[in-house]
């Protein structure tokens, strides 16, 4: 290596480096004033936990409500059914959704 010059670095280094000074930030808006700003700098391993936490509730009392019996105000469909329909719309977004490669470079 030459002196003066420095080290390659590979573009995950360089993402968690800023996300690491975005969560040293003392603000907690941008200059709009915005606190989601804030919010989105903290990267992805906490938007995933926050999903995470966020969805599993709604879909357990989902889940509770279709398996439960009529009697005890439930629908009573068992775990075939809604699975079936589950799978299907996954399937579907998957057809209806186009996927591929990024037209730009993020």
Known sequence: MK???????????ANSTRSNRALKSPALSD???SPIA????????????????????????ID????????RGGLDQGRDAPTAVLIAAIGLELIAIPQGAARTAH
């Open 3 to 13: 002196s003066g010059s420095r080290p390659k670095t590979s573009p995950a280094c």
């Open 38 to 61: 804030f919010f989105q700098t903290l990267g992805t391993p906490l938007d995933d936990w926050a999903a995470f936490i966020l969805t599993r509730p709604p879909s357990a009392t």
């Open 64 to 71: 509770d409500f279709l398996d439960k019996p009529i009697n």
């Open 31 to 33: 200059s709009t004033g």
